[in-house]
């Protein structure tokens, strides 16, 4: 069977190379795929884009499955365009993935369905924001409505941060159209953790739990990162609160899409918080796997995610079953010099190791060039590791970067901080 994975990060390579350790697969398609995907002879990139291109690209060379990786394609409705020509593909409708990229449908729907959530108001007219903030105080959050690669949402830790935000947005425009709107909300304490399931528009399974690491220093500090590491399982999600998200957050997800008219099939990410009184709260819908999480979790699954997806595909989740590796898996994200502001492109990248059954190098911004590799964005690999303990899959995959050089790398010396501090 030939699938074709949409996409060119890291989450992408994973999903590739899961997809194509599966005993059906053939060959796996990436569009566009990366450096690492380039150099695996069980994948092949193809320079493909647009709905209608990828379509046709599937039907001409006979892809029986295509998995879409990242938010912007499923937002523009690629899953509809393959449906309307009978194609088969794993991911939500454009009207679905406005979980993701519309903030305001997002809390509306959760407001209107008693999915927990912090308090907000929504905005167009700069003025009504800020009297908003100066009735609310600080600290509090403002979110630009639409997509904006993780750069659109400030946490503002007092009311004139706050004004900035809602200026630079609704007036200097600077997030272009998708700050034309705003959505205020209560700044939530807690710790967060990413919970993220396949649904079939009826059934949700529930993939590893995991957590990320955002900030682009040590001790979580610095600027906001797509990701600068993640970790599975996450400790901070027990049993209790996992049954608990599925019943209090994920399901009435399901179900509240339904009822809207608009079916949710595909994976969907739900970012949370977990207050001190124990309580999930949903921070984000995300209606696409995380970039770095899939990395640990699909290095821990042990069935076979083409198997998963048909289940998804034909309603039936509900009798799919889902094994997962009892290690720790934990990968640590390579970034280029300059990111995330301004990520510096074409630094060659040497003596990557060798991926083993317990430590695979997961690219992103790299492009082979020459047959040589090199950089080409701004996150650019993600060596993940397994171990028996958070501290034994930490050990190997920073013993595993010791060995990789690119000018200008940058990379955080503690993921896995916090599940180390709950288990070690
Ligand atoms: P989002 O893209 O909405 O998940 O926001 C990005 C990050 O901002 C989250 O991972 C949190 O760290 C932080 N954040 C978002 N919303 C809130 C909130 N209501 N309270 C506290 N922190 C938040
Ligand atoms: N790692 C966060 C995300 O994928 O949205």
């Keep these: 069977m030939k699938i074709l994975v949409i996409g060119s990060g890291g989450r992408e390579h994973a999903l590739a190379w899961k997809l194509a350790a599966s005993p059906r697969v053939q060959r796996v398609y990436v569009a566009p795929g990366n450096g690492g995907t380039a150099r695996d002879r069980r994948m092949v990139n193809v320079a493909v884009s647009g709905n209608e291109a990828l379509a046709d690209f599937a039907v001409a060379e006979g892809i029986a499955l295509t998995v879409v990786g990242p938010e ?19 991911g939500p409708t454009k009207a679905a993935a406005q979980l993701e990229s519309s903030k305001d449908f997002a809390k509306a729907f959760m407001k209107r369905h008693g999915i927990p959530t912090a308090d907000y108001g929504t905005f167009t007219d ?32 007092s009311v004139a941060e706050a004004h900035a935000a809602i200026d630079s947005m ?7 159209a998708a700050g034309a709107r ?8 807690g710790e967060e953790a990413s919970f993220i399931v396949m649904s079939d528009g009826r ?23 797509g990701g600068m590491g993640a970790y599975s399982p996450a400790p901070v999600v027990t049993p209790e609160l996992h049954a608990r ?51 640990p979790i699909l290095m821990r699954m042990k069935s076979d995610l083409l198997g998963l997806i048909e289940h998804a595909l034909a309603g039936t989740l509900d009798r799919a079953e889902v094994g997962w590796d009892r290690r720790t898996a934990l990968g640590v994200v390579i970034a280029a010099a300059g990111y ?19 430590c695979v190098v997961f690219h992103a911004g790299t492009q082979l060039r020459d047959g040589k590799l090199v950089t080409s964005g701004g996150r650019v690999l993600c060596v993940t590791a397994l171990g028996d303990s958070v501290h034994l899959a930490q050990k190997r995959a920073y ?16 993921i896995g901080h916090r599940a180390l501090k709950s288990r070690g």
């Excluded at 970012?271 to 990395?295: A, K, S, V, W």
Aim: with cysteine.
């Design 126 to 157: 700069a003025a009504a924001a800020r009297a908003y903030v100066d009735a609310r105080g600080a600290p509090i959050v403002i979110k630009a409505d639409g997509l904006a690669a993780g750069k659109g949402v400030v946490v503002a830790s």
């Design 170 to 176: 609704l007036v200097d425009n600077r997030m272009g």
């Design 340 to 358: 995330p502001d301004e990520p510096r492109k074409g630094d060659a990248i040497e003596r990557l190791p060798a991926d083993t059954e317990d």
């Design 399 to 414: 013993e595993a970067i010791a060995q990789v050089r690119f000018d200008g790398m940058q990379f955080r010396r503690d």
């Design 245 to 295: 998200v599925l019943r209090e957050i994920i399901q009435p997800t399901i179900d509240g899409m339904a009822a809207d008219g608009i079916v949710y099939t595909g994976f969907l990410y739900a970012g949370l918080m977990i207050g001190r009184d124990g309580r999930p709260r949903t921070l984000e819908f995300n209606c696409r796997m995380g970039d770095p999480e899939t990395q």
């Design 182 to 189: 705003v959505v205020i909300e209560d700044f939530l304490e």
């Design 72 to 90: 912007a394609p499923l937002a523009a409705g690629v899953v509809d365009a393959f449906r309307a020509r009978g194609l088969r593909i794993f």
């Design 203 to 225: 059934n949700a399974l529930a993939l590893a739990t995991s957590q990320d690491h955002k900030r682009l220093r040590d001790g979580d500090e610095g600027p906001n990162t």
